[in-house]
């Protein structure tokens, strides 16, 4: 008898990604293998699988999220592990790709760092990369592998549609504009997207300069990729109140709150946060404002299209037709 192209594989949840893959895990109807993880006296570590892999495409579900470095390192030796293995094939499912922002040289003497780890996730043996919403689309490019850089528009469109309710998208950038327009079509909306107007003049710093676009007596969502400390987002909502706008929502696919929650929840002009879960987020399950959005069923999907050898556009157009 012939086996299925599903029985060849096997699928790994990263510690810190645990949660989402017991999601995609039963969307799938497939075990999450656990990854045996030693931590040695001086802080070295070793990782690998306690199950066969020899001649088995693997998943990994993971993220390189705070702490960037460790959660980055411990991936390289797991997949170096996998390789040594002998595994067929070994696909990250990168929900959140560390060092995105280091994409170019801003200034003179810049590392590349978006590059550099690209470079040694293949060096590791990884055969392709799978994630979402990578700060710049243009980081494909840095790998010799296959990537997947899913689109998280679908993800909001869907939470979005069943509000029935009219928004004015705005991008908290010029860079996130295509973006913002992109999730705007998706909700068909007759209003026009609004940007803002700024300018960066230091890490994690900026100058709003202004608001182009018509947000006066409207609901406005500020869509983007990333928050991080949330002082650019929150000056951005502080802008918009001043040229009118009346309800303020918040989404973001990667929610990283490095200086916590509070500063939105505690905001009065912010209505509501609204973020998926391609980092845990279960230490901020008692803020009000905060809304998660699951990738699982999502994620699954793209999954099971990579086993079938099937086109991402299939994946894109189901889930926007599934029931909710």
């Known amino acids: 008898m012939k086996a299925k192209k599903e029985d060849n594989v096997v699928i790994f949840g990263m510690e ?16 999450i293998l656990p990854v045996k993880t030693t931590v040695f006296a001086d802080g070295e570590c070793l990782l690998k699988s306690e199950t066969t892999v020899r001649n088995k495409d693997v998943y990994i579900i993971c993220n390189t999220s705070k702490p960037v470095n460790d959660n980055i390192m411990s991936l390289l030796i797991l997949i170096d592990s996998l390789r040594r293995s002998s595994a067929k094939s070994i696909n990250c499912v990168m929900t959140y790709y560390g060092y995105a922002r280091q994409d170019r ?18 060096t590791a043996g990884a055969d392709k990369i799978i994630t979402i919403d990578l700060h710049n689309a243009s980081i494909q490019g840095f790998f010799n592998i296959p990537v997947d850089d899913l689109r998280g528009q679908f993800i909001f469109s869907n939470e979005l549609l069943n509000r ?26 007759e209003e026009q997207i609004a940007i803002i107007d700024k300018r960066r003049t230091g890490p994690n710093k900026c100058e709003i300069m202004g608001v182009l676009g018509d947000v006066k007596d409207k609901n406005v969502l500020i869509y983007d990729d990333i928050i991080d400390t949330g002082g650019t987002i929150i000056h951005a909502a502080e802008a ?6 009346k309800n303020i929502i918040i989404a ?22 609204i973020i998926t879960n391609s ?15 699951s990738l699982a069923q999502f994620l699954s999907m793209v999954i099971n299209a ?6 991402i556009t299939e994946v894109y157009n189901a889930y926007g037709k599934r029931k909710q």
């Open 252 to 273: 973001a696919t990667h929610g990283l709150f490095s200086k916590g929650f509070e500063m939105f929840e505690n905001n009065a002009m912010i209505d509501e946060v």
């Open 105 to 122: 040289k801003a200034s003179g003497r810049d590392p590349i760092s978006a590059a550099l780890v690209a470079k040694m996730y293949e």
């Open 16 to 31: 810190n990604s645990q949660k989402l893959a017991q999601e995609i895990g039963k969307y799938l109807n497939k075990e």
């Open 240 to 245: 918009l109140k001043a040229n009118g706008a």
């Open 306 to 311: 990579n086993i079938e050898s099937k086109s």
């Open 164 to 189: 029935k309710e009219k928004l004015v998208i705005v991008s908290p950038d010029h860079g996130g504009a295509v973006r913002a327009r992109q999730l705007s079509e998706l909700l068909n909306n």
């Open 279 to 293: 980092i845990d987020h279960s230490h901020l399950s008692n803020f009000k404002k905060l809304r998660e959005l």
